[in-house]
């Protein structure tokens, strides 16, 4: 059984930093895609970032592109999100997500539908 766990969520003014972490078990070969979603109050829920097991494909919303980072440690099983120079539109409800994946890119498979694992979600908050 697949389970992922996000924490790190938080407060933060704008321009601030926060590093979100995914803890992934029941993950038992290496053709899952993880990802990182959020939703904002009266939004719906968008991709910003999947990375490949292997780390070497990576996709990014273009709105964080140059700000957020994904990065996996398979030692510990966890993802990450670096967030940097956070901007008030960054607050919501962020996700980590896995799943097989069913795309040959990682562009094409960062996308909500693809996804059947999901994480309870970690708050982030950025005030201006």
């Known amino acids: 059984q697949v389970q992922v766990v996000e924490s790190g969520g938080g407060l933060v003014q704008a321009g601030g930093s926060l590093r979100l972490s995914c803890t992934a078990s029941g993950l038992t070969n290496d053709r899952y895609t993880l990802g990182w979603f959020r939703q904002a109050p009266g939004k719906e829920r968008e991709a910003v970032s999947c990375?490949?097991?292997?780390?070497?494909?990576?996709y990014y919303a273009d709105s964080v592109k140059g700000r957020f980072t994904v990065t996996k440690d398979n030692a510990k099983n966890t993802l990450y999100l670096q967030m940097i120079s956070l901007k008030p539109e960054d607050t919501a409800m962020y996700y980590c997500?896995?799943?097989?994946?069913?795309?040959?890119?990682?562009?094409?498979?960062?996308?909500?539908?693809?996804?059947?694992?999901w994480g309870q979600g970690t708050q982030v908050t950025v005030s201006s």
């Open positions: 990375i490949n097991m292997s780390g070497g494909s990576r």
């Open positions: 997500a896995a799943n097989i994946a069913l795309r040959s890119t990682i562009t094409n498979m960062c996308r909500l539908q693809y996804f059947g694992y």
